[in-house]
Structures are given as C-alpha cells and as structure tokens.
C-alpha cells in the first residue's frame, strides 16, 4: 500500500483510504501502510502506525471484528435441519422507507391488522359497492404492472432482495403501500419462495441459481384496498427439467380450473376438490395449511378458500365478493414446515413447491380475474416434455 506526503498538513496521508492518523483512538501518529489483517478480510482498511501500535489497540479493536463478521452474507440458522438445498442469506437489507404522502393501512406501524382481527371469526362475506369494485380493480392493475416487472428480473445471479427493492420502490412511487411490509411483522415488500419453499419466503441476498423456480407474491394497498397475486417462474435452464414444468404447470392449470366453476352459488369447499383431484391427476400433492382468502379493504378475511379436497368450508359464492385462488402444490408430501424466522414454510421432505394466485370477483353470471395476466406478461405456460 503507497503512502505519500500530505503538503497541505506536513502529515503522511494513504492514498487508498484517505486516513491521515492511526487508527488508535489514543494514537496521533501519521497513518503507515500497515493494515489489521481480519478487517482487510471484510473489507474494511483499519490503518496503523506501526506493529507495536496494532498491538496496543488490539484488546478494543478486535471488538469491531463480530460487527464486520455480521454484516458478511452469511447462514443465521447453521445449526437448523434445512429440508432442501436452500439456505437464507443475511444480513436482511435495512427497513425500506414509506414516503409521507402514502396511506397506510393498520398494520403497517406495529403489525398488527387490528381490522382483521375483529371479524376473524366471522362467516360473513363482504359484498363490495360498485365504487369500492373499480378501486379493486385498479389495486389489482397495479399488482399486475409491478408483479410484470418483478418477474421480468428474474434471471439466474439476481438476488430476491434486489427484487424486493424493485417492488418496493414501484409501489410507493404509484402512491400504494406493499402490504406484506411489517404484517405481522414481516420484513420485506414481498414474499420470495424458491424451490422447496412453499410460501412466505424473505427476500435476502441469495442469488437464484440457474435451474430453480421462484415464485412472486405481490399484496399492496392502493385507494384504501387490497390486491393479491403471485406467480411461479423458472429461473435458466429450469424449464429443461420435466419435473420442474409438470410442478408448475400442474399448479397453473389447477389454478384455471378453479377458476372455472366460480359463479354465483358455487359452494366454496368446491373448489378444494377440483383442485386436488386435478394434482393427484399429475402425480402432485396439494399443501393445505394455506388457503386462498376474502381480500378488499382488509388484506385477509373471509371466505376462507382451502385447496384440498372434502375441505368442511361454509357458504357460497355471491356477486359483489372479491377473493383469492392460490393452490399450493408439491412434488412429494404436502406436509410443511417453518423455518426459525417464523415465516419461511418448506416441504418436509425438501422437494419442490409452487403456487399461483389470482384475485376474483364474482360477477352475475361467472367471475372476473382481476389480476389476470397481460398479452406480454413475463413467464407464461411452457410445453410439458
């Protein structure tokens, strides 16, 4: 490291790091080109005097060194039993902002979505007026526009946190808040799941790899409503592999075909039973911890919509409902488990997930995809092999 004079202080200045003085608090020596070897391994440059220095500072400088260790990416569960081949990445990203100028729905100060929890239990579905319908209509616009842009990074190297940031950014520009952001407490602006990760996975800085499947929930708040979406999209080469496209395509399809029997009067438990029999169809099972959910002006409420089949759901479809569609499927057991984040769920048995999500409205004579897929969206059916 090259160390020249500083004419304008008489003291010697490094070139690379810009520091006049020792980094001993206690030490006003000129800075020489000695560097602490475990923060140059970081990637920090802690410059000093001399030898004997360094080893004066030692006993208060090491300190920093587990402050460096935690800022590298690095595993924050290394003694947990991961299921699959995926691993977290930390450190989390900091807390991205929220302008001013934004409303925010309950939840988004101190987690709790305290609208919700007053009609959990509740079996009475909420007709919307036909003013609260067009607002659902251009939330869910608006989801479809940033979840389009979101999927149109996905490429092997990218890292779900850079997506995240993406989502984040789009939304608040268009004057809506990213609904999964601090619901109870969730971290990021939107659920990134990989391979084995069934839902609710956290954007971190694992980079996809070429040959996975990564699936997209985006949920924001737009005009006082909620809108709800999410797709899987294969990552490379990911669509050469034939279990990979029948997963994904099986959950697609399944999807579709929900979709179909969606009309005024159609008991909810039904659609569980279409869904189901279309997986063990193509050799999928159907994950039923999670379901589909009423979404307006609160991010989840009745009806509950499972996926599986001979589910005991009350009720029926009525026009003026609006609610989510979001099969979950796996290549092997549908049973699932969650990650010490309290958030990431994974098959048990670490074989590949993947889900789809549209928003529906139930109209007089069928229903409506609000969050239907454009002529250039990314992604898209491929041909089973």
Not at 32 to 48: I, R
Not at 129 to 135: A, D, V
Not at 170 to 197: D, I, Q, R, W
Request: some cysteine.
């Amino acid at each position: 490291m090259s160390v020249v004079a500083d004419a304008a202080s008489g003291r010697e200045t490094n070139q690379v790091s810009g520091e006049s003085k020792c980094a001993r608090d206690t030490c006003e020596n000129p800075v020489s080109s000695l560097q602490c070897p475990t923060c140059l391994k970081y990637g920090k440059s802690s410059f000093f005097c001399s030898q004997d220095c360094f080893k004066r500072a030692w006993p208060t400088h090491k300190l920093i060194h587990k402050e460096l260790a935690a800022l590298q990416p690095h595993d924050p569960f290394p003694d947990y039993a991961y299921t699959g081949s995926v691993r977290p990445v930390y450190p989390l990203s900091p807390t991205r902002l929220i302008p001013a100028n934004v409303p925010l729905p309950d939840h988004a100060k101190d987690g709790i979505p305290v609208a919700e929890q007053r009609i959990f239990r509740s079996t009475n579905v909420y007709i919307n007026t036909p003013e609260e319908i067009q607002c659902l209509r251009e939330a869910c616009a608006l989801g479809r526009k940033i979840l389009d842009a979101a999927a149109a990074m996905v490429k092997p190297g990218i890292t779900t946190d850079a997506i995240d940031e993406l989502v984040h950014k789009m939304t608040v520009e268009a004057g809506a808040y990213p609904s999964p952001l601090n619901y109870y407490k969730f971290p990021k602006s939107l659920c990134t799941s990989v391979n084995e990760v069934v839902c609710h996975g956290i954007p971190d800085l694992r980079k996809l790899q070429d040959g996975d499947i990564v699936n997209l929930d985006i949920s924001l708040y737009y005009k006082g409503h909620h809108a709800d979406l999410n797709e899987t999209y294969y990552v490379g080469k990911a669509k050469e592999d034939s279990d990979n496209v029948r997963l994904v395509e099986t959950t697609r399809e399944a999807l579709d075909k929900a979709i179909a029997i969606v009309k005024p009067g159609m008991p909810f438990r039904e659609i569980g039973n279409v869904i189901e029999k279309f997986a063990k169809e193509n050799g999928c099972s159907t994950i039923r911890t999670y379901c589909g959910h009423g979404t307006n002006k609160l991010f989840h409420c009745p009806p509950n919509i499972p996926h599986y089949a001979k589910n005991k759901t009350p009720g029926v479809a009525k026009p003026g409902m609006t609610f989510t569609i979001e099969p979950m499927l796996a290549l092997g057991t549908w049973k699932e488990k969650t990650w010490p984040d309290n958030w990431t769920s994974v098959t048990i048995d670490g074989k590949r997930s993947a889900q789809f999500e549209h928003m529906l409205l139930v109209t007089e004579t069928g229903c409506e995809v609000l969050t239907a897929r454009l002529p250039n969206s990314p992604g898209g059916p491929v041909a089973r092999i």
